[in-house]
């Protein structure tokens, strides 16, 4: 009886021994597993992120709740702090370089994908994705002495003389701030627009340009109605990963803002960003309550980024299945 | 099969020769290797000074990171450093939460300085504590204000909004201009306080020594605060501020130094002091010392004693090497009463 079970209990085992490796040997389960662990691995990193951050926030979080959010204070000596004015300068300057920067890039890949010779939009493309690796403290050292002075001495007061009725464009302007910040940042993502968008459009069949020609329509008409619709989710994301990194962005932000944490309506004034504080306050900062209440500020940036780009995915599914139902 | 037993003989001769290789290193002598963090200021002098002990005893290393003041504090607390270094004496709270007793020992001295950019004046101005206080409160927003032209006689100032500019970092020099105010202004010291970073009532934020400088000399009108040696190392001109005696002093090493010498007359044992405002009348009033967090308890005898001779070279031959970097020296009276503390450490 036991010598029976023994028996098959020999046999059966190598057998299926035999079978995985043989499967191993194929490749094809070696290739899935290390691809699934690598897979698994982005959501542990997101996973520990969180938790990291939730619980080095802890002191903050029973100390200030929700009241962190709407709070506009941030005073390390008194251990009173708010996230309000840095919430509110991440999505103002993120706002500001995006709508400088999406028509701008957007205008400039349909050049270069439609309009330029093959060759000129090679060479350019090149440049352009050499500008997306320059580092962000030499575009934080442009903001400082190219950009901070025109906007002080030129742009600033053309726009308050042209614009000065309305409430974004009044107070002192002392040439960092808002306005200089989102400048900056489009600067530095508008190589992206460009060129994750020249892509898309270069992926665009000939036969929907060709489709569009032959029914009587002019190179732009077929580049405007066609073709720029069928690349729009990849558009968009090129936008949303625009955004990314706008709202992340620190070093350039922090050297052309101005570090106020207030909360003003005109764009001349100086603000504060979350990623800009964090950089700032993190190296020195002591007392527990006080590195708490940093670490909470790195969470609300996450939460940020997270809603911001679960509305972006809403939206590229939403009009990806608008235009599905077009064609 | 062949390919397989080839596999396996190239994988046993590198885990063979990789063992071969960690062997040596293994049975060499260690020197012994200190690990320190702290504040970024003194850093210069710091890197200079534990290459030159090296040299002169090769037996040590010191391993410095300048991480910030209060990243060095965390990691002393957390007993993750040999010793840590500041430019702000830990508070009494930081004191009990560390895992070890800590001793303060001074190193050199630093200073904040003035500076401004005002068209059309070339001379240097002179600031009263008042005057100070009040431009970065926000109670004196002109530069014609009578605070401001009462100690500038003959000076043409202009009818202009003062533009305030600080740091935008948490830094010591920070934290040496808020204590300065803190005193000038109890105002200050109620309402702001002195911290590495605060909630500043008025002014722009620049990021570093360069943040600062670059912005007062983009914007006209404007008043900013930077490290003396931030001012020497780049030839900005300054202004001179009242001290507690009532003169006004330029920042120099000597002016520092003297600010030293005359609080080291009431020096604590612990050396938690601060020398802002203090007294005598040649003192630069915004100065202060910059520490080496020492534990009391050393467990490795061999650590401590090289900690403690290194302490002993810094106080006596290391202050040699201190000017030549724009840091101010250790008074004598404060070199004497160090080297007695240094017999603290066990």
């Known amino acids: 009886m036991s010598g029976a079970t023994t028996a098959i209990g020999r046999v059966l085992p190598p057998s299926r021994a035999r079978r995985f490796i043989r499967r191993l040997t194929s490749g094809d389960e070696i290739a899935h597993l290390i691809t699934l662990t690598f897979g698994a691995s982005i959501l542990l990193i997101t996973g520990l992120l969180v938790l990291e951050l939730w619980v080095q926030s802890s002191l903050a979080r029973h100390q200030f709740g929700w009241k962190f959010f709407a709070t506009s204070v941030w005073d390390p000596v008194f251990g009173n702090f708010g996230a309000l004015p840095f919430i509110y300068g991440t999505l103002v300057t993120s706002f500001l370089a995006l709508l400088i920067a999406v028509p701008l890039g957007l205008g400039a890949a349909i050049f270069l994908a439609e309009l330029a010779p093959r060759n000129i939009s090679d060479a350019l493309a090149f440049l352009i994705d050499l500008l997306a690796a320059v580092p962000s403290v030499i575009y934080g050292l442009l903001g400082i002495f190219v950009v901070v002075p025109i906007m002080r001495t030129t742009i600033g007061p053309a726009l308050k003389s042209s614009l000065g009725f309305l409430p974004f464009f009044q107070g002192p302007n002392y040439g960092v701030g808002f306005l200089t910040a989102g400048v900056v940042l489009a600067i530095m993502v508008i190589p992206f627009v460009i060129s994750v968008s020249r892509e898309v459009l270069l992926t665009v069949p000939r036969d929907q340009r060709e489709a569009a020609v032959a029914l009587g329509a002019t190179r732009w008409e077929a580049t405007w109605k066609v073709v720029v619709p069928f690349a729009r989710a990849g558009i968009l994301g090129s936008v949303f990963l625009a955004m990314a990194r706008a709202l992340g962005e620190t070093m350039a932000v922090t050297m052309v803002i101005g570090n106020d944490p207030k909360i003003s309506a005109s764009l001349f004034a100086p603000g504060y960003t979350i990623a800009s504080v964090i950089a700032n306050e993190f190296s020195e900062a002591t007392g527990d309550l006080y590195i708490h209440s940093l670490v909470l500020l790195g969470l609300v940036l996450f939460l940020l980024t997270f809603i911001l780009n679960g509305i972006a995915r809403i939206f590229i599914v939403a009009t990806a299945q608008r235009g599905g139902a077009h064609e | 099969m062949t390919r397989k037993a080839v596999t396996v003989g190239l994988s046993l001769v590198l885990v063979l020769s990789l063992m071969l290789i960690s062997l040596p290193s293994a049975q060499a002598t260690d020197p012994v290797l200190i690990n320190a963090a702290g504040a970024t200021f003194p850093y210069p002098i710091y890197s200079k000074w534990f290459d030159d002990f090296h040299k002169a005893n090769p037996g040590v290393q010191i391993n410095y990171a300048s991480v910030g003041s209060g990243a060095g504090i965390g990691q002393l607390q957390a007993g993750t450093v040999d010793f840590g270094a500041s430019d702000m004496p830990m508070t009494d709270e930081q004191l009990a939460q560390a895992k070890v007793k800590v001793l303060h020992f001074p190193t050199v001295l630093g200073a904040a300085v003035v500076t401004y950019n005002l068209p059309g004046v070339s001379t240097e101005l002179k600031f009263t504590q008042k005057a100070l206080a009040g431009i970065y409160l926000g109670t004196i927003t002109r530069w014609n204000d009578p605070a401001i032209a009462k100690a500038n006689p003959g000076v043409s100032l202009p009818n202009a909004d003062i533009v ?19 005193k000038a202004s109890s105002d200050w010291a109620s309402k702001v306080g002195a911290k590495s970073s605060v909630n500043w009532p008025v002014g722009l934020g620049g990021k570093g020594n360069e943040g600062v400088s670059g912005l007062v000399k983009q914007t006209p009108n404007s008043i900013g605060y930077v490290e003396l040696i931030y001012a020497v190392q780049n030839k900005m001109s300054y202004g001179w501020v009242q001290n507690a005696a009532g003169k006004f002093i330029k920042a120099d090493l000597a002016s520092v130094s003297a600010a030293a010498a005359g609080a080291a007359k009431t020096m604590p ?15 630069y009033p915004i100065s202060s010392f910059t520490w080496l967090l020492i534990p009391v308890q050393i467990q490795n005898a061999a650590k401590r004693d090289a900690i403690k001779l290194f302490l002993n070279w810094m106080v006596t031959s290391g202050q040699g090497s201190v000017e030549a970097l724009s840091y101010a020296q250790l008074p004598k009276a404060v070199q004497a009463k160090e080297l007695k503390a240094i017999s603290l450490v066990h």
Request: hydrophobic content about 40%; overall charge negative.
């Open chain 2, 164 to 182: 305030v500019v600080h740091r935008s970092d948490g830094s010591g020099t920070t934290f040496i201009w808020t204590d300065f105010l803190g």
């Open chain 2, 269 to 283: 044992d612990d050396f938690r002091v601060s020398i802002t405002n203090a007294p005598g009348a040649t003192a």
